[in-house]
């Protein structure tokens, strides 16, 4: 089932705000680092995103596999590590 407009604003209303990856059907993850870097069309059909480098795609909501918490980057030295025996 594809994302909708109702979930990114969920997503993006979230406080604190959370970066945050979203998963597209070609394979692809685009990493939303703050809330300014995407919009959606008001019918709910496209949403712009923005990426730090200056680009910018406009990504239609059905190829939207789904969005994750986290900016898509490993974290380190968080949560527990696994005992050695």
Do not use: C, Y
């Not at 685009?30 to 923005?50: C, E, Q, T, W, Y």
């Not at 939207?64 to 898509?72: A, C």
């Amino acid at each position: 089932m594809p994302v909708t407009v109702a979930k990114l604003s969920e997503v993006l209303g979230t406080q604190p705000f959370e970066p945050f990856t979203i998963n597209v059907a070609d394979g692809r993850d685009i990493r939303v680092p703050h809330p300014d870097f995407v919009s959606a069309d008001p019918k709910g059909r496209v949403m712009h995103v923005f990426q730090e480098d200056g680009r910018s795609e406009f990504i239609d909501f059905m190829v939207v596999t789904s969005i994750e918490p986290g900016d898509g980057k490993p974290r380190r030295g968080r949560g527990r590590q696994p005992r050695s025996r």
